[in-house]
């Protein structure tokens, strides 16, 4: 098994659950997602978060999904599980389990009940209470989801604070000014150094991310080289050519940003690409209409036409 | 096993969940809660919805706690378990676990995310699918905690089109216009008829509630004798007792449904009415001062006089 | 015109709008209303609140209002006109607008859009700049109509920080630890006294707030007699008194506490009391059923057979 | 003066405030923004909108604004007026202020506190009587800043019962289907014909929305000529220029529509292109860092070069 720390880097894929038709777990297809994101640069993997529909499944399904993707990734890289719960008993119990099977740590964002700084940090001290000593964890700093606004002070505080957390997924927007100041707060050492993976609208702002001091992406959309590229092409100095893998993927991953629909879209691209089988959404979820099918159509040829031209211009 | 059917009359009691000290599950204090609630005549009781910290037990406990409510009623009146969930494939194993166990039936409340009418009928319409045929169960109707509303002309459609909904916890508040119109809406034949059992503010409108047709109340008041008295006194048709009841333990139930603090306030109550052995609540959960204690204290001096007072004028 | 500073105690009401049936402001009523509130015992209004359609008014409306009150009042007793709004510069033109006119100073409310203690912190040193040294205000604490959460180490700072922060419109629930720890901060020399009115659920926890150090209430309920004999028989040192008198007026200061339909209730009681001529809100607004009015006259006959045994026993 | 009617097409522009540093409305900025954007295409301008500002402004600064506006335009194209109000009162006096000026038609988002279909529908129905039979109004329907959601079925509803709303600001989000829906329910003669102008994440979705029947653009970005090529190309039929050009403007457009620091990134770009004098935004508001201010100019150089190529191969 991979040790998650403080130094990760690189491209976290937050992986889709794959169905089948029917609704049933498809772990053959969980195999394959696997493969996909590893052949394509992946050097982690981040599973059970919203959008791996996590609570949707049951406690069952969950443990059986992650053994699948555990069995398969085979240490070759670390794998997060998603933990955030309503109860600290639930979140250690899940934790538990998942490290016992063999996750290299866990995320957890704040209970989407909490409001003033007080609050958010002594919710996070009992977090560090519950997951104890052994198990390495990422802060997930995503308002939208959860509806909490976390200031930058009140980041570095947590960070100050929990010894174990390691990782910071970025995905507050506007997010660049507080990434800075985090990333400025452990460079003059008021926080140990932390690793911060930038999720920000599933990666729409990556290359300002990174020349803002993130050591990479933790993210989902369906085409993985996207992320590898552009952060290769950073830390290769070339920021120009970030920029240029960076914009040939733009109009797609848009349209994948899509609030409410994008997880169907992200499931179509992957089933086009051979990644999984099916690109069934448990209920509640959405569904792609016949026009919806066709701008993803229009906008992935053109992709592959901008793609092309790229890889004549290198 | 009692059966929870669209008759459903008097007192439902909420449940809360007994910890010792030191967090764990308190068996032998459930015990005693249950004695404590059935000899002070509630028809019925409620268990792991909000006030019984449902959230922050682990998927054991909450099949340990059922069990052992389900034992220790033996059959003598209906228990409804809290079933919300943020996913259908969690609701349905954690329905068909516990009335396996042998639960009367189920409570849901409307998915948090929901804004539309639509959004909300079509939610319903999928939790009538997960449960099945064969499982009763009550719509919560509680905007403060789910953030939902749901107009009272939804409210009948969903009724409409669920048949095994067949009772409605009433807890919107403005909602008296609402109880009426729903239960104009069963009178006059639009939808069948349905069991409404109001929890309105922890009780705080229950003689008004009774008057615009509610069949009981559903609600946790460390007293549940004051909802029995005044279900009882509004039955034989004396308004002004069932005010008279009500008001003698008003002063004390406000404080008891303060926001944040309540289910402290509950748990002391239950405490030194020897319904329970702790007033622990599972972090993160609120602490009773040394001015509440004493707050409280005053508060039932002052009931107790005036229960005195009303045995002496009754 | 009567200065409003920070040794303020006493019972500061919140006034209605009064409006003739076609919806027109009705100034006559205007002046029976202040000389109602003011032979109650008021000793202080706040007018252009929440309670008092503020929104609902145009400008030159709001102008005509608060100058018929300021003159009807003629300095007997401070006047607090509310000043919140979506920007500054409307803020400090409104302001000074009714400072002119006569006002003894304005009250502020945080943003809806506030979140993090750094932001609430920022907003309020921006009011202190825009309302300047010259006049007194009033820092509304109101987390269900704003959405805003302050922690108790927040409104000190907030105190602090604005040295014409005068006085703490106290609602937040639970408050009652809040309002202890504020106290406190004054007390050890933290910040300077303020003074602290309490307006939670309309006075529904008047009693336990004097206790915790408040100067008094600021509310609206309809029978003002009930805040000013609670906070004499509190300054007089009778506990029970205090007590007896809240309780005898609680179960219908209740019914008037309903969100939603609450003013419709205030103003209909204030028209069975003579202090205004219709009870018309102004739309969007609620209306009352026959049965809200049927309870309505069954909770006041209850209340005045109440108060005669009390004062028989006074 | 240009009347607003129901075969509206093209762009109009969502414009800013100028301001001087001083924080002073800027009125020689405002007529050099006006033929800025009438320069570059836009078919009506749209004012006093949140990104306008305009609840930072006074009354008086609105009149200003408002006169100096029309008087620059002097009829050439429409001019919206922002007229959301937290009352009717102030809504209709607003509206006749405005349109006593010469404005074109106002428009108007639901109130914040509305949530069921019910409300909303009662909402628009008073909205329609304040406006009255002689002002034209846009619908505008925009969840992230107002947080009503409302169904595609609700929209078609208010636009039945409202014959004077002729136009639908369409900024929700997903909703490709939401417009689809709505304009096959005019397409239908379920409802008249109503121009759709698309605002969807500042235009982040223009080509697909014009393919689902969107008659234009109703959005801020700092290119106009954007808004205004795409729906030339898509109204020629050249579906894939349309995307080139779309796709030439996205990755500052995607910059510029970061919440939060928006408007600045906007002025500070409107300033770089001579359309105002002073990137100045009034408190509360965003300030630019040196890091932002980078990120801008490799953008734009960016842009420019994929222009000129865009150029050349046209």
């Avoid at 053959?28 to 993997?45: H, I, N, P, Q, W």
């Avoid at 119990?93 to 998942?98: D, I, K, N, P, R």
């Avoid at 026009?291 to 092309?308: A, T």
């Amino acid at each position: 098994m991979k040790t998650l720390d403080r130094n990760a880097r690189g491209v976290y894929l937050i992986t889709v659950t794959p169905f089948a038709d029917d609704g049933a777990l498809d772990l053959s297809s969980t195999d394959r997602m696997v493969d996909f994101y590893l052949e394509r640069g992946a050097t982690g993997l981040t599973i059970l978060g919203i959008m791996g529909e996590a609570t949707k499944l049951t406690a069952e399904e969950s443990r059986i999904f992650v053994r699948q993707v555990l069995a398969r990734v085979a240490g070759r890289v670390p794998v997060i599980v998603g933990a955030s719960a309503a109860g600290f008993a639930p979140m250690r119990e899940l934790t538990a389990s998942v490290m016992d099977l063999g996750a290299s740590g866990v995320m957890v964002a704040p209970a989407p009940t909490l409001r003033t700084d007080e609050q958010i940090l002594a919710y996070f001290d009992m977090v560090s209470d519950t997951l104890g000593p052994q198990v390495p964890w990422v802060l997930q700093d995503h308002p939208v989801s959860t509806g909490v606004q976390m200031a930058a002070s009140v980041v570095t505080r947590i960070l100050k604070n929990a010894p174990h957390c390691v990782m910071l997924k970025h995905e507050d927007c506007p997010g660049l000014a507080k990434l800075s100041a985090i990333r400025a707060a452990d460079a003059n050492g008021d926080i140990p150094r932390v690793s911060i993976l930038a999720g920000n609208g599933g990666g729409l702002f990556l290359p300002e991310e990174l020349g803002r001091g993130a050591d990479g992406a933790m993210t989902g959309f369906a085409y993985p080289e996207m992320m590898v590229g552009v952060c290769q092409a950073h830390a290769s100095g070339d920021v120009q050519r970030c920029h240029d893998i960076f914009d040939a993927y733009l109009p797609l991953a848009r349209y994948e940003q899509q609030p409410g629909i994008g997880l169907a879209v992200r499931k179509h691209l992957m089933v086009a690409r051979g990644a999984i089988a099916s690109a069934m959404v448990r209920r509640p979820g959405p569904r792609l209409s016949a026009s919806d099918v066709s701008d993803i159509q229009r906008l992935v040829q053109r992709q592959d036409k901008r793609l092309q031209e790229l890889g004549a211009a290198a």
